[in-house]
């Protein structure tokens, strides 16, 4: 589980610290800075993915572009670093990586404070993964030697017994865990879903397009079943993956409960679609770190009430973390009424209202109490509804708006 | 600063000329760090209840003051104070003063919170607890001020 995420100097996040929580989730406004969260993880996952690249290539997420340097800096500084720091327990031992990218380089840091070993590594990208760093550490009472390209580690106790032998191997898998918990970071972003009834099998990939994702659903054995039981607790639907012997090519099914008849995928309605989409990734063994944009697109605010239960399940179950942008009260109300009726303990809720003033983000944790409540309410899903209130309450009089559109106006007269 | 209402504030929140300035008062109150008394189970506690679990939702202004009143109010632990029969029972009304049994849980409220403000629309009632010292204000001078004052 990533613990905490600071980002400095990144898009409208000039100095973001974050505390997740197994549920952590992020609602306000649009063009806030909610999305910019994800992004920064993202961003992380790619460096250590793949750092052999131009820096600005970090930036190009797949499934959006952000741009050069200079167009994701804070307010376009291309002299200022940006900087993007988690911290996660890997074998039980706290590690810390910051990635500070500059406009032509950067700076892998890496600190274990049980160790009080810090490991700083400037490099240029691209970067082939070609340098070192050494640092030494006492521990115990006994000296040892770690060497870190900025990914893998190795670290060597100066004498070899039983015991430092045992606290290096520690060490080691703890830092190199430490690169395998960011990439298995996965974001689920706002355009998904599935736009054919059959697909092509071909190589799994990252689970970046509609074409992977289907991919996967056919080769995964356990996969489809798996999306089939959450689809059926939140919408009373079965999903599952044709594939007809000796052929490459899969089919998406839906099945409604009760109903004899199947339906492709595509010509279900899109929620379902998105769902399967959004479920498929979530599921998908290979991320632990489920980044979800607004899960309630296209559903009904009775389905979106359901959804709450669902990643409960699954956070459970599969131990996943799963941070979610939402602008659904519906969905939030679920989430509170799952503490309220304690299907979730409060401290594994996070909420983080998101405003943005003068081009910066700010995120203000609200306290979850043990009954549900929030403190400092919910106000924010009420933006503007005093207005509308008004207009209800105190109605202009006077002239019949024009038509819309003159040929419509003797029909619907 | 901890407000009574008696239900006068129902009645606004749910029509008549008095709606526009209710909703908008209530708005103005979600906005600040002011509190609710509410005696569990009295006849507003039944009202403000009503308010959240039974609003039609064909009538769009009821829809949009249930969210208000969920969002802005019950879901906000600081915003509301219940307190509970337990709590007022011993609370002796002044012999003086004439409270019908219907309202006697409002005067002992804001004898048990002297620092409170009771909000009526009951002439009488205001009149009594005036005689008494207990902080009581008319709706229509405490509207009109109060959002004044924090809207604008």
């Known amino acids: ?413 | 600063m901890l407000l009574i209402f008696d239900e006068w504030l129902y009645h606004d929140l749910l029509g008549g000329e008095n709606r526009l300035g209710a909703v908008q008062f209530i708005f103005a109150l979600s906005e600040t760090k002011d509190q609710i008394i509410i005696l569990k189970n009295s006849p507003f506690h039944k009202k403000w209840r009503e308010l959240i679990d039974n609003s039609p939702l064909s009538d769009s202004p009821q829809k949009m003051i249930r969210g208000m009143l969920l969002t802005g109010f019950e879901l906000d632990p600081d915003k509301i104070v219940y307190f509970e029969d337990s709590d007022i029972k011993n609370i002796k009304i002044p012999r003086k003063i004439k409270v019908k049994p219907d309202d006697a849980y409002l005067v002992k409220l804001a004898l048990l919170k002297r620092e409170a403000i009771l909000i009526t629309t009951d002439t009488p009632l205001f009149s009594g607890l005036k005689s008494i010292k207990v902080n009581v204000v008319m709706r229509d001078d405490f509207i009109k001020s109060y959002t004044v004052k924090k809207i604008t």
């Open chain 1, 1 to 413: 589980m990533i613990k905490s995420l600071k980002a400095t100097n990144f898009r409208s996040l000039k100095e973001a610290n974050l505390k997740f929580a197994p549920l952590t989730f992020f609602y306000g406004n649009n063009a806030v800075g909610k999305s910019s969260v994800f992004y920064a993880l993202n961003i992380l996952r790619n460096v250590i993915q793949n750092s052999n690249v131009p820096t600005d290539s970090f930036f190009n997420l797949n499934y959006i572009n952000l741009g050069t340097f200079k167009q994701v800096a804070y307010k376009h500084q291309q002299s200022e670093s940006m900087s993007f720091s988690i911290s996660t327990k890997v074998k039980n031992i706290n590690c810390n990586f910051k990635l500070v990218l500059k406009f032509n380089s950067g700076e892998l840091n890496l600190e274990i404070p049980e160790y009080d070993l810090k490991l700083s590594l400037p490099v240029t990208f691209p970067y082939p993964s070609n340098q070192q760093v050494q640092s030494n550490f006492t521990f115990k009472g006994k000296n040892y030697s770690a060497t870190w390209n900025g990914l893998v580690a190795q670290v060597t106790p100066e004498v070899i017994d039983p015991e430092s032998g045992e606290v290096a191997k520690t060490a080691t898998l703890a830092i190199n865990g430490l690169a395998e918990k960011i990439r298995k970071i996965d974001v689920i972003p706002l355009k998904r879903g599935f736009t054919r009834p059959t697909y092509g099998i071909i190589g799994e990939g990252f689970l970046t397009n509609e074409d992977e994702v289907a991919s996967k659903l056919a080769v995964d054995a356990y996969l489809d079943a798996s999306v089939s039981h959450y689809l059926e607790q939140i919408m009373d639907r079965q999903f599952r993956v044709k594939v007809a012997p000796g052929q490459t090519q899969a089919s998406l099914m839906t099945h409604e409960k009760d109903a004899t008849e199947s339906y492709d995928l595509v010509n279900d309605g899109y929620g379902v679609n998105q769902l399967v989409y959004l479920l498929a990734k979530t599921l998908n063994q290979s991320y632990e770190v489920i980044c979800m944009e607004e899960p309630e697109i296209n559903l009904h605010p009775g389905v979106v009430r359901k959804l709450p239960e669902a990643l409960i399940n699954i956070a459970k179950e599969t131990k996943k973390q799963i941070l979610i942008s939402t602008h659904s009260e519906s969905l939030i109300i679920a989430v509170l009424s799952a503490v309220a009726k304690g299907e979730i303990r409060k401290e594994d809720v996070a909420f983080y209202l998101t405003t943005k003033n003068k081009g910066i983000t700010h995120f203000e944790k609200q306290e979850i109490t043990r009954d549900g409540k929030v403190k400092g309410g919910l106000k924010s899903f009420m933006t503007g509804e005093l207005e509308d209130i008004k207009s209800f309450l105190n109605p202009v009089s006077g002239q019949e708006p024009e038509p819309l559109n003159p040929e419509f106006s003797e029909e619907n007269s």
